[in-house]
C-alpha cells in the first residue's frame, strides 16, 4: 500500500529552526568585517604615516632654519669685526673671551667691550626674529663657562662665577632699549620664555687640558645654545602603533 507524505513532514530544515544560518553565511559577514577593518587600518596607518613625516619635516626645517641664522649672525658680526664661532652640529654661536671678557674673579662686562655684547645682542635679536623664525625655537641659553682655575673667594665657586656672567650678559641684552623688550617677550610654543641662562663652570671646557694663559683663554667664554621645538604630533606610542610593536 503506497503511502503519500503528509505537508507536516515535508518541512525543511530551515522551516523548522528559523534561527539556523548557513556557514556560508557566516563567512560571507565575516569577510565582510574583515575588509571593513582592515580599510580602517590602512586609514589610520596613512594618517599616522602622514603625521611621522610631517613631524621630520617640521625637525628638518627647524634645524635649516637653525643653521640659517647662525651663520647670519657670524657674517653679520665679521662685518664689525667681531669674531665668534659656530659650534657642536650648527647649534651653538660661541662667543671667545676675546670678545667678551670678564676680568678675574669678575662678571660684570668691562665697558671696553659693551660695544660687542651689544653688537652681539642686535645680531641675534635681527637673526632670530626675521620671517618668523622664532616658531620654530624652543629655547635660546645664554651659557657661561670658566676655566679650570678654581674661583676659591667666590662663595660660589666656578658655578656662581659663570652663572652670573651668563646672567650679566642676558641682562645687558634684555635692558636694552631697542630690542630688549622684544627678546624678553618672545615665548615657545609652551608660551614659556624663550631665554633662559645657565652656567658650566669648567665642566665643557674647549681645551680639555687648559695649563697655559692661551688655553685658559679659550675656555673663558659666553655660549648661545639655540634648541629647537620638537613636533608635538608624534610621541612613543604613535611610533609603536605605527611599528606595531609592543616595546620601542
Known amino acids: 500500500?503506497?503511502?503519500?507524505?503528509?505537508?507536516?513532514?515535508?518541512?525543511?530544515?530551515?522551516?523548522?529552526?528559523?534561527?539556523?544560518?548557513?556557514?556560508?553565511?557566516?563567512?560571507?559577514?565575516?569577510l565582510v568585517i574583515f575588509i571593513l577593518a582592515s580599510l580602517q587600518l590602512i586609514l589610520e596607518l596613512s594618517e599616522k604615516n602622514e603625521q611621522v613625516d610631517s613631524a621630520m619635516q617640521e625637525l628638518v626645517k627647524?634645524?635649516?632654519?637653525?643653521?640659517?641664522?647662525l651663520e647670519e649672525i657670524r657674517t653679520d658680526l665679521a662685518s664689525q669685526?667681531?669674531?665668534?664661532?659656530?659650534a657642536e652640529n650648527q647649534s651653538v654661536l660661541r662667543i671667545p673671551d676675546e670678545q667678551i671678557y670678564f676680568k678675574t674673579l669678575r662678571y660684570d662686562i668691562p665697558e671696553d667691550r659693551s660695544y660687542a655684547v651689544q653688537a652681539i645682542g642686535q645680531a641675534l635679536y635681527e637673526a632670530i626674529t626675521k620671517d618668523d623664525r622664532s616658531r620654530f625655537i624652543d629655547t635660546i641659553f645664554v651659557e657661561g663657562h670658566t676655566?679650570?682655575?678654581p674661583a676659591r673667594n667666590l662663595k660660589m665657586g666656578n658655578w656662581g662665577l659663570s652663572s652670573y656672567r651668563a646672567i650679566t650678559v642676558w641682562?645687558?641684552?634684555?635692558?636694552?632699549?631697542?630690542?630688549?623688550?622684544?627678546?624678553?617677550?618672545?615665548?615657545n610654543r609652551d608660551?614659556?620664555?624663550?631665554?633662559?641662562?645657565?652656567?658650566?663652570?669648567?665642566?665643557?671646557?674647549?681645551?680639555?687640558?687648559?695649563?697655559?694663559?692661551?688655553?685658559?683663554l679659550q675656555n673663558r667664554r659666553i655660549d648661545v645654545r639655540i634648541t629647537?621645538?620638537?613636533?608635538?604630533?608624534?610621541d612613543l606610542q604613535d611610533i609603536k602603533q605605527i611599528l606595531g610593536k609592543e616595546d620601542v
Open 1 to 30: 500500500m503506497a503511502f503519500r507524505s503528509s505537508p507536516k513532514t515535508s518541512r525543511t530544515v530551515d522551516e523548522d529552526n528559523p534561527y539556523w544560518i548557513s556557514f556560508s553565511d557566516i563567512m560571507s559577514g565575516l
Open 228 to 234: 629647537m621645538r620638537q613636533p608635538s604630533l608624534i
Open 147 to 149: 676655566d679650570s682655575r
Open 62 to 69: 627647524g634645524n635649516q632654519v637653525r643653521a640659517e641664522m
Open 171 to 187: 641682562d645687558y641684552w634684555r635692558n636694552n632699549e631697542e630690542y630688549g623688550p622684544v627678546m624678553a617677550g618672545l615665548r
Open 81 to 86: 669685526g667681531i669674531h665668534v664661532e659656530i
Open 191 to 216: 608660551s614659556k620664555p624663550m631665554f633662559s641662562v645657565s652656567g658650566y663652570a669648567a665642566t665643557r671646557p674647549k681645551i680639555e687640558v687648559d695649563d697655559t694663559a692661551e688655553k685658559q
